[in-house]
């Protein structure tokens, strides 16, 4: 079982330690428990609570009323707002609650709801990828396990997996182009790679998919023996600015005559000065009209 302070709960939650404070007293919402030294702390099932009870406050329900419902009734609320795919901040929440008790059915059908009313590309962009970023900043404080961001991630890669498998069914060339997919070393997240690189399937490209931890080395030799017209990365692991910025500039040194597409937390975060062969990726859609013009 995990533990947490009341400043984790504040990180992953959204709720002011100070506001917590305030509902432990008055409702009695979560008790937390003590160490041997009196330190206060709270475990996994505060935290669902807490996460849950965030949902329902920020969707109109009194504080009040909230502290008098059940479990069963406090859950029951929660999968309601759920179903309003408009509210994707309740799902990004939900999400976190399925990964916190490794609850697969949970996040399956979160996610299908949303694929169904939205669509695929929509979904990711506007639910896994906020998602992702979040949970990418409470990997670095030191807020959830491994097990937990192993488990989330796993089961994204797994649908985008069976999405690029259907594409490829009836894959047609149609730009006569191809794309390197690839992430430096020391990046294993895949996501964001295997997202993009359905999409440029789906726009007709050549997919060159080399996955996680690529040397440089290795990717010039893939670029000399390929007929290549652009490359793409991410950068989501946690990095010094200095570091990032290295590595950008070593990729340009290794394939200077390549356009790169980069996204990733850590584009987002440190906001490093990109060298001109850089394409920033915001979206699906400026992805799509960046290779168009390959």
């Not at 669902?48 to 479990?71: C, H, T």
Request: glycine share 4%; with cysteine; net charge negative.
């Amino acid at each position: 079982m995990a533990i947490y302070s009341i400043k984790d709960l504040e990180k992953i939650s959204g709720i002011k330690a100070h506001t917590i404070r305030i509902w432990e007293r008055r409702y009695q919402l979560i008790e937390p428990q003590r160490t041997s030294t009196n330190i206060r702390y709270y475990s996994d099932d505060d935290l669902k609570r807490i996460l849950n009870v965030s949902i329902l406050n920020q969707n109109g329900f009194k504080i009040s009323k909230i502290a008098g419902m059940s479990e069963s009734q406090l859950r029951e609320r929660v999968i309601d707002l759920c179903l309003d795919t408009r509210n994707t901040d309740v799902q990004i929440e939900s999400l976190l609650v399925a990964m916190l008790e490794l609850d697969e059915s949970k996040f399956s059908n979160v996610l299908t709801n949303s694929i169904i009313k939205q669509g695929f590309e929509s979904t990711v962009e506007n639910i896994l990828f906020p998602f992702l970023d979040r949970i990418g900043i409470l990997w670095q404080a030191g807020t959830i396990n491994p097990s937990q961001e192993h488990f989330i991630s796993n089961l994204i890669r797994q649908k985008l997996i069976v999405a690029i498998d259907n594409e490829m069914q009836n894959f047609i060339p149609k730009a006569g182009k191809s794309i390197v997919f690839f992430l430096p070393e020391n990046e294993l997240h895949e996501i964001g790679l295997l997202f993009y690189s359905l999409i440029a399937r789906k726009e007709g490209y050549n997919v060159v998919y080399l996955g996680a931890a690529v040397p440089i080395e290795d990717l010039k030799v893939i670029v000399e023996t390929r007929d290549v017209n652009a490359l793409f990365t991410a950068f989501v692991a946690a990095r010094e600015k200095d570091e990032l910025d290295t590595i950008l500039q070593d990729l340009t040194n290794a394939v200077p005559e390549y356009p790169i597409f980069v996204m990733g937390l850590q584009i987002k975060e440190l906001k490093p000065v990109l060298p001109k062969q850089y394409k920033l990726v915001a979206s699906a859609q400026t992805f799509k009209e960046q290779i168009a013009a390959l």
